[in-house]
């Protein structure tokens, strides 16, 4: 073993200098590489590249994955990449590109599910929407005072329109009367109600608590996390394939998510969430971002036992029924199996 160490080290020290004397790369890649060396010289197993893909929304709880290095200490060398929105992410999924889709959307994928598709949803993610109702104008209170006015969305018919088509109709507000626009993701349409492009539309959570200082209102029932509770937000997925192929992969990987979520909500994590943050958008505010964790915490916005319901999923298909975008309802093992939430609930918890 003394001689495999001095061996090793010669390579280390031959790798980290070339014939200038010069360090060659990054101190993260150097270390990642002397890590690896080190690893194969102990008999340590190498880790297990997988694929993950999630929406531009979850880009800071992606970055917090890899500043934690959860995904390591379950064997798994995550790829993590971002895409514009969850039908990117399936396509990405189906076409081969990703192993396993973590924290998007998944009204698509039940329609997709209907028409054929070999998929499966695993577990949850973000449980709750994180958005409000928010306005300029002190006259909109409520969802009913929104009839006659013009509200931003979403794509018409995709997840956003339909959670507030849904909001609306709870609260005996007609949707018909409703003059709806769409302006893109529920930050777009956050800053066109700021700009006065809209009378409302929802907004993120994160500003709830400084609305005062931004000249807005919040209609009195227009929190969605409170009053839409059977909304799940984002879930976790992959093919039907994968779950055959590669399920200890998928079962490790949701094993990290579910340690990561429990950090969050459970440990003192607002330094690291707060640098997440600051590293995923690129830059840094303090108030926001304590927003933003208080919200995670105060409501226990993610999937840290990651099972979703039965009445969960049967709210979801009745949302894309409404909308006319899945035709009938689906057998709850036809769209998701969560045996595999169950063993990654375990696996994290024995770590």
């Given at each position: 073993?003394?001689?495999?160490?001095?061996?090793?080290?010669?390579?280390?020290?031959?790798?980290?200098?070339?014939?200038?004397?010069?360090?060659?790369?990054?101190?993260?890649?150097?270390?990642?590489?002397?890590?690896?060396?080190?690893?194969?010289?102990?008999?340590?197993?190498?880790?297990?590249?997988?694929?993950?893909?999630?929406?531009?929304?979850?880009?800071?709880?992606?970055?917090?994955?890899?500043n934690k290095g959860f995904l390591q200490d379950f064997g798994i060398d995550g790829n993590i990449q971002a895409v514009s929105d969850g039908t990117k992410a399936l396509g990405a999924l189906v076409g081969?590109?990703?192993?396993?889709?973590?924290?998007?959307?998944?009204?698509?994928?039940?329609?997709?599910?209907?028409?054929?598709?070999?998929?499966?949803?695993?577990?949850?993610?973000?449980?709750?929407n994180d958005a409000a109702i928010y306005t300029k104008k002190p006259d909109i209170k409520t969802c009913k005072d929104l009839e006659g006015k013009t509200v931003g969305v979403g794509a018409l018919g995709a997840l956003l329109h339909q959670i507030i088509v849904a909001l609306l109709k709870s609260k005996g507000a007609d949707p018909a009367k409703v003059n709806f626009v769409n302006v893109g993701s529920v930050v777009d349409v956050y800053r066109a109600v700021s700009a006065g492009i809209v009378d409302a539309g929802p907004g993120p959570a994160d500003i709830y608590d400084q609305l005062g200082r931004l000249g807005l209102f919040a209609l009195s029932d227009g929190r969605l996390w409170t009053e839409m509770p059977d909304y799940t937000n984002q879930a976790t997925y992959t093919t039907e394939k994968n779950i055959t192929d590669k399920r200890d992969l998928m079962i490790r990987t949701m094993a990290a998510y579910a340690k990561l979520y429990r950090y969050i909500q459970e440990e003192d994590s607002f330094a690291a969430f707060a640098q997440a943050r600051a590293q995923a958008n690129g830059?840094?505010?303090?108030?926001?971002?304590?927003?933003?964790?208080?919200?995670?915490?105060?409501?226990?916005?993610?999937?840290?036992?990651?099972?979703?319901?039965?009445?969960?999923?049967?709210?979801?298909?009745?949302?894309?029924?409404?909308?006319?975008?899945?035709?009938?309802?689906?057998?709850?093992?036809?769209?998701?199996?969560?045996?595999?939430?169950?063993?990654?609930?375990?696996l994290s918890k024995a770590k």
């Amino acid at each position: 073993m003394g001689g495999d160490m001095t061996h090793l080290r010669k390579i280390i020290s031959h790798r980290m200098i070339n014939r200038r004397g010069l360090i060659l790369g990054s101190a993260a890649s150097l270390a990642a590489s002397q890590g690896a060396l080190i690893s194969s010289a102990l008999g340590a197993e190498p880790l297990q590249k997988v694929n993950i893909v999630s929406t531009s929304g979850a880009l800071v709880i992606g970055q917090l994955m890899k500043n934690k290095g959860f995904l390591q200490d379950f064997g798994i060398d995550g790829n993590i990449q971002a895409v514009s929105d969850g039908t990117k992410a399936l396509g990405a999924l189906v076409g081969g590109d990703a192993d396993i889709v973590v924290g998007t959307g998944f009204g698509q994928v039940l329609t997709a599910i209907e028409k054929g598709a070999k998929v499966k949803i695993l577990a949850g993610a973000g449980m709750l929407n994180d958005a409000a109702i928010y306005t300029k104008k002190p006259d909109i209170k409520t969802c009913k005072d929104l009839e006659g006015k013009t509200v931003g969305v979403g794509a018409l018919g995709a997840l956003l329109h339909q959670i507030i088509v849904a909001l609306l109709k709870s609260k005996g507000a007609d949707p018909a009367k409703v003059n709806f626009v769409n302006v893109g993701s529920v930050v777009d349409v956050y800053r066109a109600v700021s700009a006065g492009i809209v009378d409302a539309g929802p907004g993120p959570a994160d500003i709830y608590d400084q609305l005062g200082r931004l000249g807005l209102f919040a209609l009195s029932d227009g929190r969605l996390w409170t009053e839409m509770p059977d909304y799940t937000n984002q879930a976790t997925y992959t093919t039907e394939k994968n779950i055959t192929d590669k399920r200890d992969l998928m079962i490790r990987t949701m094993a990290a998510y579910a340690k990561l979520y429990r950090y969050i909500q459970e440990e003192d994590s607002f330094a690291a969430f707060a640098q997440a943050r600051a590293q995923a958008n690129g830059k840094d505010d303090q108030q926001a971002a304590q927003s933003q964790w208080k919200f995670y915490r105060d409501y226990k916005m993610f999937a840290s036992e990651l099972v979703l319901s039965d009445q969960r999923f049967n709210f979801m298909q009745k949302l894309n029924m409404d909308s006319g975008a899945q035709t009938a309802m689906l057998a709850i093992n036809q769209i998701s199996d969560m045996s595999l939430a169950q063993d990654a609930v375990k696996l994290s918890k024995a770590k």
